[in-house]
């Protein structure tokens, strides 16, 4: 059998990755050679606005149908598919040419520690089956077996591509919820920071029937609810010691849209950016390097708005992109599951226990063989 643990890990990988955002999904190749890991080439595939909705509201979902979730198991297997289908075609790559293909899957459900669960869907069985290739996933779950947080898994990866510089350096991931790497070689910290893009886009979907505030611009008119803004502010999770994570369940519109029943658009975006903004500076502020570099990655980097936010809030950081550090904003995520897919099969952990407050190093995810 081939593709097993402990095989060359020089070649190519497939990473893929769907986010909380459930807005589509994104494959990344990756060359892994010696300790050398590049970016190659990316293909996206969009979710139809039923399907976003579907996806969504299974998340937030109190109860689910379990013929629901067999469906949504193999929507996002056949996506996944169909992705790395493309992907291969338009790199003119054979099936045989690739060493794996780390799936994330979609997140139905994250629960923290004490008594932490995760739940991602994709059935790997059928992306090795009808891709020939190898499938490393559900790489979340063994950290949480372990006491981890079982997320966020990207500063171990962060610190592999973005690590060893003499300049202080934090990579932001800003997705559905945002996540913060403070790179500090065998103790880079980790955690997510709060919401990201989800309370923004759900705000412009139900209620301006559009995907985005694309690049911030109508928040960029609106005026902040301070008050608001201050009440937000002294959520619990803000205030918690890493490590720690969240997800949808508690940075969802539903929970914040009482108070923006009197703002218009423009003020609701322009105070659901600045609490995005706000907490993720408080967090660098608490845990970060006191200047260097801010990496940021994620749909939040083309948020001109959001960006310039940070950077008023973080004045003694570089706040740019990581197309600036080698690697497409829109890139990350994905190449980091396609590497986490090569630390497993080479029987290497892809936790950092400092991070995820897991027991130990933890080699992560279940390997189906093609």
Not at 52 to 72: E, Q
Not at 220 to 229: C, I, Q, S
Not at 299 to 322: E, I, K, S, Y
């Amino acid at each position: 059998m081939t593709n097993t643990l402990n095989q060359n890990k020089h070649g190519l990988y497939i990473g893929l990755m769907s986010g909380t955002s459930a807005d589509g999904m994104d494959a990344v190749l990756c060359e892994y050679i010696g300790t050398a890991f590049r970016t190659l080439a990316c293909e996206s595939l969009d979710y139809s606005p039923s399907e976003t909705r579907w996806l969504r509201d299974a998340a937030l979902a109190p109860t689910l149908a379990v013929s629901d979730i067999m469906l949504m198991d193999r929507f996002i297997a056949e996506r996944s598919v169909e992705l790395v289908q493309t992907l291969l075609e338009q790199t003119q790559l054979k099936p045989n040419g690739i060493c794996a293909v780390g799936s994330h899957g979609h997140t139905l459900r994250h629960q923290s520690q004490p008594g932490g669960v995760t739940w991602q869907i994709g059935d790997p069985s059928w992306i090795a089956e009808h891709t020939g290739i190898c499938c490393v996933a559900d790489f979340r779950r063994r950290d949480v077996a372990a006491g981890g947080q079982g997320a966020p898994l990207v500063p171990a990866f962060h610190q592999q591509v973005f690590g060893g510089s003499d300049i202080d350096t934090m990579a932001l991931n800003i997705g559905g919820i945002a996540n913060i790497s403070v790179l500090k070689g065998a103790d880079t910290l980790g955690f997510d920071t709060g919401p990201g893009n989800a309370l923004m886009d759900e705000y412009c979907q139900t209620r301006l029937q559009q995907s985005c505030d694309m690049g911030g611009q109508l928040a960029a008119t609106g005026k902040v609810a301070d008050e608001v803004l201050q009440q937000w502010l002294t959520l619990d999770f803000l205030h918690q010691t890493p490590p720690k994570s969240t997800g949808r369940e508690l940075f969802r519109l539903s929970a914040f849209e009482g108070d923006l029943q009197t703002l218009s658009a423009a003020d609701a975006l322009a105070t659901l950016t600045e609490f995005t903004a706000r907490s993720i500076a408080d967090a660098v502020n608490r845990y970060g390097h006191s200047q260097g570099e801010l990496l940021v990655c994620g749909g939040g980097a083309f948020n001109q708005h959001l960006m310039n936010r940070l950077a008023a809030l973080l004045p003694h950081h570089q706040v740019m992109d990581t197309e600036q550090r080698g690697i497409h904003p829109l890139w990350v995520e994905g190449a980091a599951f396609a590497w986490l897919a090569a630390q497993t099969l080479n029987g290497l952990a892809g936790n950092l226990p400092a991070v995820t407050g897991a027991r130990g190093d933890r080699i992560l995810g279940a390997v189906y063989p093609a």
